[in-house]
């Protein structure tokens, strides 16, 4: 029994001296997807809602109101809500073109040998990474822009004795670990779903592998929830003044 | 002697992924009982209750999650 798995994503073809993933590939395409989707659904809005836009209304409203019960703050809200949803539809967008039937027998032939054209996008760490690394650059700017550039230092290198310069040493080990458990939960999650699916399915291949596609199915809306909820939380902690000692 | 450091590679990261799963589980099943019993107590208060559930769960998982890094390092790495 030889399995296929692989932790990094395979290249299809160079672009000059870049070398094009399976796994870009089909993000970008996923990104155009939901461009044209939300454009088609921005372009003629009318005051009698189509049966469409009720749905989007009803998408975008309700996220809305969830948000505010998270940030409890009509401003704060107002900010953060366009980065959450997007982060939350991109990313249930990409799980969910996981279960697209027949997707996964497509496959082209390369110097590498049989490829397939589609992978998981959220599969690959380097997407994930990015990901993250937008959410902790964005939660430290508005630390800094709440606390001060002074305070905010402060936070990290604290000389005003051992205990609290082991506490600030602590903080900063936090933000570290922050970045680890925020992307490899997601990339975990997605990259375990595939690859049970693929085991499950080499093992019997006949109705058995159903209800692990349910879960995997729950798993990925789960997952993409958790993480713009996560990205939201983190916000509007660092966006909260401390109260002084 | 390279087949048997194969073996105890595998049989490492079996482990790493096995005994790291048993936290995260405990720790979840305590969240979610709570959760579901204070929702009975409140019924009204759900909306409140159930992102709070989630996100703590996530928190909850992250241990597992640095298991199964060290398990796919042990494999893959």
Known sequence: MELNISLSPEILFNLGPIPVTNSLFWSLIISVFLMLFFYRA?????????????????????????????????????????????????????????????????????????????????????????????????????TILTNGPFNYLKKFINLGGPLKFFLGVMELIGELAKIISLSFRLFGNIFAGEVLGLVILSLIPFFVPLPFLFLSLLTSVIQAFVFSVLTLVFANMASQIPENE | MEMEQEVFKTLGAGLAMGLGAIGPGIGEGIIASRALAAIGRNPSADKKIVPLMFVTMAIAESTGIYSLVIALIILFG
Do not use: H, W
């Open chain 1, 42 to 142: 921005g372009r003629n809005l009318k005051t009698r809602p189509s049966k469409f836009q009720n749905l989007i209304e009803l998408l975008i409203e309700e996220s809305y109101k969830f948000t505010g019960l998270i940030t409890n703050n009509p401003q704060r809200t107002k900010k953060i809500f366009p980065l959450v949803l997007t982060m939350f539809i991109f990313i249930l967008a990409c799980n969910l073109f996981t279960f697209m039937p027949g997707q996964s027998a497509v496959s082209i032939q390369t110097e590498q040998g049989l490829v397939p054209v589609f992978r998981a996008v959220m599969a690959d760490y380097s997407m994930v990474f990015v990901l993250t690394a937008i959410t902790v650059i964005l939660v430290q700017i508005i």
